[in-house]
């Protein structure tokens, strides 16, 4: 996707945005975010559908092709988001450490992946008590995963405002420093000026 994105994408998104990277970097990675949203309520309705048609009487034929929208969106949202952030990190940070911004993107990966696992764990336990069918039962049919990517729908949604504080939050550190450094630049050129 990122060939695709950088070859076709970004001219086409440069000559609206007059941004050479064709987005702004934290757009970019608020995009990936919007998509990832995007991405779970096609495979929330996308299974429900097909939950629905399962549990009808008719007899069913469904091709592998229904999971085709939710792996474009995925790899859409891969392309916004993960390439956004590791170039974030990259430009933030100096040259000296640049194998920290890496790190710190596989750190966010694997704390993301312990995180999605202990939710798949509890929900299973809450869903299912009291005999009831969890929401993820190894039947399908009977279970809801809709239901699951309605939440991951919700939380990814929550993620986003969290994400536009700290884009807020950045903003105003990032414009704060560049006073500064505006000022200490003036300084040395009054400085300079000021010599006889």
């Not at 609206?16 to 064709?22: A, L």
């Not at 309520?41 to 939950?51: G, L, N, Q």
């Not at 500064?180 to 010599?195: N, P, Q, T």
């Amino acid at each position: 996707m990122d060939p695709v994105y950088g070859r076709v994408m970004v001219p086409f998104l440069a000559k609206f945005t007059h941004e050479p990277r064709g987005l702004n970097l934290k757009t970019q990675m608020g995009a990936g975010i919007i998509l990832s949203n995007i991405t779970m309520v096609v495979s929330a309705v996308m299974e429900t559908i097909r939950r629905d048609l399962a549990n009808s009487n008719m007899t069913v034929v469904m091709s592998a092709m229904w999971l085709v929208p939710q792996f474009v969106l995925l790899g859409l949202t891969e392309t916004f988001n993960a390439i956004g952030q590791l170039k974030f990190y990259y430009s933030e940070l100096p040259n000296s450490m640049t194998s920290l911004a890496m790190v710190m993107f596989m750190v966010s990966v694997a704390v993301a992946s312990l995180v999605a696992s202990l939710l798949t764990n509890v929900l299973d336990s809450v869903t299912g008590q009291g005999g009831g069918v969890s929401w993820l039962s190894s039947d399908i049919d009977e279970g809801h995963v809709d239901y699951y990517y309605w939440l991951l729908s919700f939380l990814t949604l929550l993620n986003f405002v969290y994400y536009l504080i700290c884009c807020r939050v950045h903003w105003s550190f990032s414009s704060s420093e560049s006073r500064l450094s505006h000022a200490v630049d003036k300084e040395r050129f009054d400085g300079i000026e000021g010599k006889p």
